[in-house]
């Protein structure tokens, strides 16, 4: 993305970039950030802090996180960069831990002991007593890596586990990530603030899954917003109607894919991720762009696929 910001989608308003939506009892803007990508600097640790600094200057309040990203890498820049006094939303997961030499930066760690365990490496790193918010990285549904042996587990065994941290006050609240529609129903009785599925203008699958969350009062965060990199994944910002709405615009198809998100549904909460402060800004300044409906009409001819990482080819 470039590094001006376009005409149309000039000065997200930096109290609310997207305006508010609703996760854990509290407001948030609609357009947070994901530490997934933070790790790309841990050979400059300042250049970590400094974005995540610029994050909260631009009103950014929810940050997304997880111990495995970079091996505790962007919690740690989080415990440096983020004051009390900044009132951000720091949401983590577990489920998985570092993998640093397999084709993707990850294992499962899908048992029970496992997930306790995952739980209280956040903390530690984090530097906190309690986590608002922990999703539970499910491996039922892709993309990404499968349960296999031990690491099949019951999601109510799971839920058992992340019900008794809630209860001794160690996270907050519980989300669901990588979940399937049936998985995501028999979670509803322990009391899901938000789902985490891959989910974009390129993948629509999960659409009756996003309507039951907004009926139960769920959050809708996705993750690849904007389809992936990774082989064999989809990208929104390679679409023709997408390319051709941005330029229409004056925007960048990035920007397009990320505002059709927060106009699908009220309770869609975004967390883009990026390592440059570029990006950053043009992030959070699709936060104010408007798609009328001659543009939203054009967009849903898009076709919605499902794509599966290439993990062979993730790993070259």
């Known amino acids: 993305m470039p590094s001006s910001v376009p005409s149309s989608a000039s000065s997200a308003s ?3 970039p997207g305006g508010t939506g609703r996760l854990v009892g509290r407001d948030v803007a609609r357009v947070g950030f994901g530490a997934m990508q933070l790790p790309r600097l841990a050979p400059d640790r300042e250049a970590a802090v400094a974005l995540l600094r610029r994050a909260v200057d631009l009103g950014v309040n929810h940050v997304d996180t997880a111990e495995f990203y970079g091996n505790g890498f962007s919690n740690e820049v989080i415990r440096a960069a983020l004051r009390p006094e900044d009132d951000v939303l720091v949401v983590s997961k577990v489920g998985a831990t570092p993998d640093s030499d397999g084709p993707l930066p990850l294992r499962l760690a899908q048992r029970p002991e496992e997930l306790r365990a995952g739980v209280e490496d956040n903390l530690k790193s984090l530097g906190v007593d309690r986590i608002p918010l922990v ?17 099949v587990v019951d999601i109510d065994d799971q ?8 209860d001794e006050g160690k996270i907050g609240a519980i989300g669901l990530s990588n979940v399937g529609l049936d998985e995501l129903r028999r979670g509803l009785p322990a009391g ?9 203008l390129v993948a629509r699958g999960d659409e009756e899954m996003l309507r039951l969350c907004l009926d139960e009062d769920i ?12 082989p064999g994944m989809p990208k929104v910002t390679d679409e023709p109607a997408v390319v051709a709405a941005a330029d229409a615009l004056g925007a960048t198809p990035a920007q397009v894919g990320l505002a059709w998100l927060l ?8 967390i883009p991720g990026t390592a440059n402060p570029d990006h950053l800004a043009a992030n959070v300044a699709a936060g104010a762009l408007t798609l009328d409906a001659a543009t939203l009409e054009q ?3 898009v076709t919605t696929r499902s794509g599966e990482i290439d993990i062979e080819a993730a790993g070259e």
């Open 192 to 200: 899901i603030a938000c789902v985490q599925n891959a989910y974009s």
């Open 263 to 270: 106009h699908h549904a009220p309770h869609v909460l975004l």
């Open 135 to 151: 999703n539970l990285r499910r491996a039922e549904v892709g993309p990404g890596l499968r349960a296999e042996g031990d690491q």
């Open 219 to 230: 959050a809708w965060v996705p993750y690849f917003p904007l389809g992936s990199a990774f």
């Open 159 to 166: 839920l058992a586990v992340m019900t008794a941290l809630r």
């Open 299 to 301: 967009l849903a001819t």
């Open 14 to 16: 930096s109290s609310a």
